[in-house]
């Protein structure tokens, strides 16, 4: 029994000395600027020049005539627009 108290005992004291340091302890440390070049896109190829890469875009998409035309609103308001003001 005597023991146990001795453990008791002990085991506060250390959480108490734990407690005080933690909050009384000079565990900052020393500012101080670090510069590092980076590189990005390690794991990437590089892109070619843009002048050999450029192609002619089509002027005009073709439409297609069964393509779903959105409903217009019923109350006048512009299609896609949501009234949740």
């Known amino acids: 029994m ?18 005080g340091y933690a909050y009384f302890g000079d565990m900052s440390s020393d500012p101080r600027e670090m510069r590092m070049p980076v590189e990005l896109n390690l794991g990437a190829e590089r892109p070619a020049p843009i002048s050999a890469t450029v192609q002619t875009a ?12 959105p409903a217009p609103a019923a109350d006048g308001a512009e299609a896609g627009q949501n009234d949740l003001d």
């Open 58 to 69: 089509p002027t005009a998409a073709p439409e297609d005539s069964d393509a779903v035309q």
């Open 2 to 19: 005597r023991l146990l108290k001795v453990v008791v005992v002990l085991v506060i004291l250390i959480l108490a000395g734990l407690t």
